[in-house]
């Protein structure tokens, strides 16, 4: 089970009642980071989902609006009680933003590792498996995706005619071969085929890339930037390296996801409710973030 | 008449209800703004008075929950339009402070000038006298005072005694001297004594200091730390260099304010009214504060 819940759903400044674009998920007990803008501690502390347990902050890019609540989540991250290590990631410059606003953050209790994933490389990552898409903003941006692995199904029968003993299965159900009374019985004979894991991706900010319906790749959810709504603000999207409600769809039916999250809205988009029929009528399983809407993927039931 | 309003009120940590310590200040359509940890400018934005007029910024010490909303508050005021230079006033490091933050506010419509104030200097700054007093904290740390000067009353009696024309009055009243058909007349001959200007400090993080009652000297408002409400919190008080209300009400008592506003309070402190008694009983005027107080101090009318 993945937990995913949009801490904020606004783009370039926070507003009263509306925090910035965040993502935060939940997996096996630890939590990952999508962009942590000013307030973002603030919205998570009101999830109640903790801190202590954040092993991971993906940044999508420098702009402010998706970064400057870096150092009070660190030191928040340390006051709950964190020792082990945090993982920051982000496009080429990681370095130097991380120092620059460490400035105020010097000293942590645990440590700080920054990754600059590679286009196609697939890093472990809180038990997750994160990739990384180079996107179309005014800056170097990245597109996440992470991923839940799914264990191939045991099949009991199958040990049975082979006359494994109960107390090895376990073992062949993590992959591994085993022996007894001079028999030796691999993985591949007791197990089905590989099922698809579970798949979030979060793109902000962009315009649409011929990349991105790949890397969508089908995802259970695609949490996407959807900065204007109405279709008379296009040459401000194009203009500013955004997308329109409209684009936002397109991608996530190109990109055959199960569903989509709509965020990041313009501070100027103050009831985004009126462009969702747009959306929907491209792709019918738009939904529109909101401030702490979650859900929980789940494994299919086959 | 100078404005006042509390944007904040948490120390250490940003809450969900109650915004990190700040103070906004209003002066002739100027704004200053006393310290900005995350989240500042949200508060800003929903008490309304803008940010185009923001022309200074008092950071008390570099500790996150005073200072980390910098870039984004300066991000917004060039949103706003502003393209008069900003002051950002701080104790020693405030360079390297100021350019780690900016790593992500890089580009900015407005120059931006950095002043470490020298004990005992005084600024001119959006209309008031700044000054400033080192404090006792764990980093360097410091109080400030602004004053808004009062001119000396204008005698018209006086003034029609030695026949100045009233079109010269107004000359006289800046403290310029006239002359007119061979006569000269200087202000003092037409002006009433010196009178008190407005003036407002604000103290935090520190323990009481022998320094602070004169500097306090005898304030309209003092704004004043008091972390902890309960006596019993004194040890941590004293380790970690703050106040608790019965100490920020002595100071208020012998630095003779009129009324002292209490802030800062520590995430622990959730029902701060608990405490007031405490605090009136050593100074009556005592009031807690809370997000969005405000105040118009007037000159008094003699």
Redesign the interface.
Known sequence: MLDVCLLGTGG?????GRWLSSVLVRFQGRLLLLDCG??T???Q??VGWGFKALGAICLSH????H???L??ML??VG?SGRTEPLTIFGPPGLG??V???????PELPYSVSCVEPAPGQVVECQGLQLSALPLDHALPCLAYALEAPRARPFLPERAQALSVPVQLWSRLQRGEAVEWAGRRVAPDEVLGPPRPGLRLVYATDTRPTPELPAFVGGADLFVCEATYGDPADMPKAVERKHMTFAEAAHLARAGQARQVWLTHFSPALEEPQRYLDQAQAIFPNTVLGYDHLQTSLRFAQT
């Open positions: 370039m400044m926070p507003l009263p000013e307030g501690q603030i919205s502390k009101a420098y702009h402010a609006d970064v400057a609540g150092p009070g030191l928040m006051n130097r933003v120092a620059g606003l460490r400035t105020i953050a």
